[in-house]
C-alpha cells in the first residue's frame, strides 16, 4: 500500500532501493501519504518517536552503529524546526541524516493557515542539499526532476563526506489515498574512485557492457583542449560498435569521430533516425550545443546512459542517467577500449554516412547564392592553421557546426550560458593573453551588445573579428516558435540597420566591408595583416533562413537519392 | 607599494603566491587598496576594462588561454552587478574566475550612502564560494580568518571542478595609504588524488619530512570506528619519533597512543610544555575535544600542521594548517611509516609519561572521597567488554577522558556540535540498531533536557543508562569564566533539586539509585541485569570541582616529586 501521489512513490522507492532501512516517524497527518508508505513498505523498519528534535537524535543513533542512511519524516509547521540541532550534529560528524517534511502546498504559505511556515531551506545552514520535491507532478518532467533530484541528494549524504540532506514534501489533499505500486523507479549512481571502480568490479561491468553491446555512442560536450583525452577518444572512435559524435567545443579532433551532428541527423530519415539510436550512451564534458541530438535521444533512447564528469555533477542531458562515473575521463576511455571486438557496423555506417554528407553539403552550397551559409563556406578554410578561432552566440556557432572541423584550430565559445553578452570580450581576453592569432566571429547582435569589449588600453594585435551583420538575430528566423508569432521582428530578431564601420573608429580598429564573395576572398587576405581589424560581412539582403533549410532539404534529399 | 590595509595585502599577496599572474581591473575609487596593491606588485599583470560587465568576461578569454586562476577588481555598487553573467558562465565553462569587490563598509549598507548595495552573496547562485573579508583586522584572529578564507577559497576556485569565486572587501577610508610589506603569508595547499600525490613527488616529500625530524605529533579526532586506520595509526604510533594522542571518540586503540590527553598535559610543568611541542602535526578525524591540547599548541606550536581528510575540509584547529591531503588517512599514514629510522626519543618520553600519570592519578583517586571523579572510577571498569559506550555532554565526557581507554568499547558522543540536546536519543536510536549493550552515561542537566528521547515504541532492552546527578551543570564550576561572575548557580548551572525516579516511572524503565560507593557497586551489577535500566547516581552533596582540581593538582605534583 502506497500512497496514490507520485511524488511520494518516487521518494519512498528510490531511497529504499537506494538501501533506506530505517525511518524514525513523528506523528502527524499531512506526511501521511509518506509515512503511511513508508510503515507499509516491506523493506523499511519504522520507529516512531513523538519529539521530532529527539527522533532525529535517535537517527544518528542508528547511523552510528549501522553506518547507513536513516531518514525521518515529520509533518507540516515547527516540527520541522526540531530536526535543526541535529542536522548540525549529523554534518558535523559527517553522518548521512535524511530528513524529510511534509509541507503544505507552496501556495499556502504565508496565508495564515495552521502548521504552514517557511520550510523550504529552513535547515539549509547545516545540510549538504536542501531539497523541495515539486507537487504538480502530472507533467513527465516533474517526475523526472523529482526522481533525480531524489538520486542527487542521496548521493550527496553517501559521499565524501556523508552528511545530513532535507528533502522538503509540498502536498495537496486528499491525503489518504493509496494504490498497489507495479513502477519501476531510475537509479543514478555515483562511482568516484579509480580504486572503488575496481573494487566493485565496476570497471569490469562498463567494459563488458561496451562488448556485449552492438550500438555506443559517446558524445563528448563542451571541454577545454585537452590532447590526452582526445587521444584516447579517438582509439575509442576506432572500434566498430562505437559512434564518437564531438563538437567544435569539444576540442576532440583525433581518430574517426563526427564532428557535425546537426549536418548528419538533418539527413536522416525516420528509418534512419531510430538506426542510429544507441544502446549504451557515454557523455564526456557539459554544454551540448546540438538540439537536435538532444532532441532524438531524450524521445528515442532507452539505454542506459553513463556520464564522466571528475566533478560528479548529475547532468541527465537526457533524461536516462543511471551511472555518474567521478573519474578522470581519460583513464575512463581508455580502460573502456581494452580488449574489445566485435562485429558490429555501427561505427563505419555513419562515419561513412558523415562523409557523404560533408561532400553532398559541398556541393549544395557551392549553387548557393551570397548568404550566411555560403559565407561560412568561404570563411572557415582561410582562417590560418594553428590558430584559435572564438565564436560568438548563438546563430555563429550553429552555422560552424555544419561545416567539418579543422583539426588545426582549438575553438572556444561561451557556451555555459550561451550568453551574447560577453562574446568580444572573452576573445579580447584571450588575445591579450595569447601569442596566437585569435579569430572572433561574431553576429551583429552580439558585436551590439559587448561593444565595450573593445574598450580597453591593451596594446594587442592578434584579434581579427569578423563581424557577421545580418541585420538582427537571425536564429530566431531559423527556429520555430518565434516565426509563428506576429511580432518576429521586433520583438526576436531586433532587426535594425546599423554597422561597425563607426565603431570600428571611435575605438580606432581597422575595418573592411564586405558585401559579395570576391570582397569577401579580398577581405579574408587583408584580415590577417598586421594589427586588430574588423571585417564586417554584409548579408543583410540575402534570404539566409530559406538557404539554410534549403541546404537541409537538399542534402537530404541527394544522400537518399 | 602595497594598501596599509592588512585585509587588502593579504588578499594580493596570498593570491600572487597561489599562482596568480593577471588581473583585470575596472576603474573606480574605492577598490584603490585592491587595484594599486596588484598595480604595483611585480608578478601581476594588469589590464583595465572600463565596463565591469566586458572585464569579467575578458578575464574569461585570458582563463581559457592560459588555464590558470584571473581576478577581476571593481568598485562598490553596481559595478559589481555586472559581473553576473560572467560568474555563471564560468561556473558551466568551469574556469577559475577570482571576481574580487571593493565594498563600503558594512554598517554602511541601506544607509543611503551612494555605490552602497548589498553586495555580500550577490553572486552566491553561480559562484563556488562567496567570502566576505573582515575590514576590522586589528585583532590577529581576523587576520587569520582572512587568511585561511582566501586560500580556502582559491582552493576551491582551483579544485575539482573549477570554478567562480567571488571575494567581498568592505574597506573604510582612509583608502590611500601605503606600505612597503615585508611579511610572509601562510598558504594552505590541498592535495587531492593519490596519482597527484605521486606526480608531484608529494608523499616522497611528506615522508622524507617524518624522517628528519624529532618531533611528529599526529591528532585523532572524532572519527567513526575504522579497524583499519586504528591498525595503521598503532603502527605509526610506535615510531621512535612519533607520539599519537587520541581520544575516546577518535576510536583508535592500536600501538601505544595516548588516549588521555588532558591527563598528561595538565602533569606538565612549563618546560615539558614547550619540550612536549612538536615539529610537524599531523591531524585525522574531525573535532578535538581536549581544551588543553588545542591551548597549547594555538600558543606555541611554529611548525607545518598537515590535515588528512577525504572531503578536504580547511579546518585549521591551531591556526598552522599548511597541508589538506585529500586522501584516505589509512593508505596515507601506512605510506608515511614506510622505511623511517629516527634516534628521536619523542614517542618514549610522552609514552613513559603517560603510563605514570596513569598510575599517579589512580592512587590518588583511591584515596578520594565520594564525588563525580571517584564515581567515573568505579563505573568505566565495571562496563561489559565488547559493548557500547554512549557519552553524554559536556562534563561526563571530559570526566570519561581522564581514565584510560578500553580497547574493548566503542566509544560515541555527539561532539560534532557538543550540544546537550540528544545525547539520551542518539543512545536510544543506537540501541535499536544494536545487538550490543548501550551504556548511556549523561549528567542530569542533558537527561532532563533529552528526556523525550525515551518516548518512544521500540521494544528495546539493551539500553543502560546511567545518570550521575549532581544537581546541575557541573561543567561551569570547572572553568573559569562562569565562576567569575555572580550568577554561576542561576545562569550557568540550572541548579536544581530534580532527579530521574518519577521519570522512569512515566516511562515505565526500571530504576535504582546510588549515593555511596557500595550502592554504586551494586547498581552496577543490577544495570546489567535484564531490560532498560537508569542507575542514578547522586553526586550532589560531594564537592565535585574542588575534587577535580585536587587529582589535577596531586598528579602533577606527585610526577615532578
Not at 559512434?243 to 557535425?260: D, K, Q
Not at 561513412?352 to 561560412?376: G, Y
Request: aromatic fraction near 8%.
Amino acid at each position: 500500500m502506497q500512497s496514490d501521489k507520485s511524488v511520494v512513490r518516487d521518494l519512498v522507492s528510490i531511497l529504499v532501493t537506494k538501501g533506506l532501512k530505517h525511518v524514525v516517524l513523528s506523528p502527524g497527518s499531512r506526511h501521511a501519504p509518506i509515512s503511511i508508505s513508508f510503515y507499509n513498505h516491506p523493506d523499511i523498519k519504522c520507529h516512531v518517536i513523538p519529539d521530532e528534535r529527539a527522533a532525529a537524535y535517535f537517527a544518528l543513533g542508528i547511523i552510528q552503529e549501522t553506518m547507513s542512511p536513516v531518514a525521518c519524516v515529520c509533518t507540516s509547521g515547527t516540527a520541522l524546526s526540531n530536526y535543526s540541532s541535529a542536522a548540525a550534529e549529523a554534518l558535523y560528524q559527517e553522518l548521512p541524516l535524511i530528513l524529510i517534511s511534509a509541507d503544505r502546498p507552496m501556495e499556502w504559505v504565508d496565508q495564515g493557515d495552521g502548521q504552514t511556515i517557511r520550510q523550504a531551506g529552513l535547515l539549509s545552514a547545516h545540510c549538504l542539499a536542501s531539497l523541495s520535491l515539486d507537487q504538480n507532478d502530472d507533467h513527465a518532467d516533474v517526475r523526472w526532476f523529482n526522481q533525480r533530484e531524489i538520486n542527487r541528494t542521496w548521493n550527496l549524504a553517501t559521499g565524501t563526506p556523508n552528511g545530513p540532506i532535507h528533502i522538503n514534501v509540498p502536498l495537496r489533499e486528499p491525503l489518504y489515498q493509496w494504490v498497489e505500486p507495479a513502477e519501476e523507479y531510475p537509479l543514478i549512481t555515483v562511482h568516484t574512485k579509480p580504486e572503488q571502480l575496481i573494487a566493485e568490479h565496476k570497471m569490469q561491468e562498463f567494459r563488458s557492457h561496451i562488448r556485449s553491446h552492438e550500438k555506443v555512442l559517446l558524445i563528448v560536450g563542451l571541454h577545454h583542449p585537452d590532447a590526452a583525452l582526445s587521444e584516447a577518444i579517438g582509439t575509442f572512435s576506432l572500434l566498430p560498435q562505437v559512434t564518437v559524435l564531438t563538437e567544435t567545443t569539444s576540442n576532440v579532433n583525433h581518430g574517426e569521430t563526427i564532428s557535425c551532428i546537426d549536418r548528419l541527423l538533418m539527413s536522416f530519415n525516420n528509418h534512419e533516425q531510430l538506426d542510429f539510436v544507441p544502446e549504451v550512451l557515454i557523455t564526456i564534458g557539459t554544454h551540448i550545443i546540438s538540439k537536435k541530438i538532444k532532441a532524438l535521444l531524450r524521445k528515442e533512447f532507452k539505454g542506459a546512459h553513463w556520464h564522466v564528469d571528475p566533478a560528479g555533477a548529475h547532468m541527465d542531458t537526457f533524461k536516462r542517467l543511471q551511472e555518474i562515473v567521478q573519474t578522470n575521463p581519460t583513464s575512463f576511455i581508455n580502460a573502456l577500449a581494452e580488449n574489445t571486438e566485435s562485429t558490429s557496423d555501427y561505427h563505419q555506417k555513419w562515419y561513412n554516412a558523415h562523409e557523404r554528407t560533408a561532400s553532398i553539403q559541398a556541393e549544395v552550397v557551392s549553387s548557393l547564392p551570397w548568404c550566411d551559409m555560403k559565407v561560412f563556406g568561404h570563411i572557415l578554410p582561410k582562417i590560418p592553421n594553428n590558430t584559435t578561432l572564438q565564436m560568438g552566440n548563438s546563430s555563429v556557432v550553429r552555422y560552424i557546426q555544419l561545416y567539418n572541423i579543422n583539426n588545426a584550430l582549438n575553438y572556444y565559445g561561451n557556451r555555459g550560458t550561451s550568453g551574447i553578452d560577453g562574446c568580444t570580450s572573452t576573445a579580447a581576453g584571450m588575445a591579450v593573453a595569447s601569442e596566437k592569432t585569435i579569430t572572433l566571429i561574431t553576429g551583429d547582435i552580439a558585436f551590439l551588445y559587448d561593444l565595450n569589449g573593445l574598450w580597453h588600453q591593451s596594446n594587442i594585435s592578434n584579434l581579427k573579428i569578423i563581424l557577421i551583420n545580418n541585420g538582427g538575430g537571425g536564429i530566431f528566423k531559423i527556429i520555430d516558435g518565434p516565426r509563428s508569432t506576429n511580432a518576429l521582428e521586433e520583438i526576436f530578431e531586433a532587426k535594425h540597420n546599423l554597422n561597425g564601420q563607426h565603431l570600428a573608429q571611435h575605438f580606432g580598429i581597422n575595418y573592411a566591408a564586405a558585401s559579395n564573395q570576391d570582397e569577401l576572398e579580398k577581405g579574408m587576405d587583408w584580415l590577417y595583416g598586421e594589427g586588430v581589424k574588423i571585417l564586417e560581412v554584409d548579408t543583410k539582403s540575402a534570404a539566409n533562413d530559406e538557404e539554410l533549410r534549403h541546404v537541409f532539404k537538399e542534402v537530404k534529399e541527394r544522400i537518399h537519392a
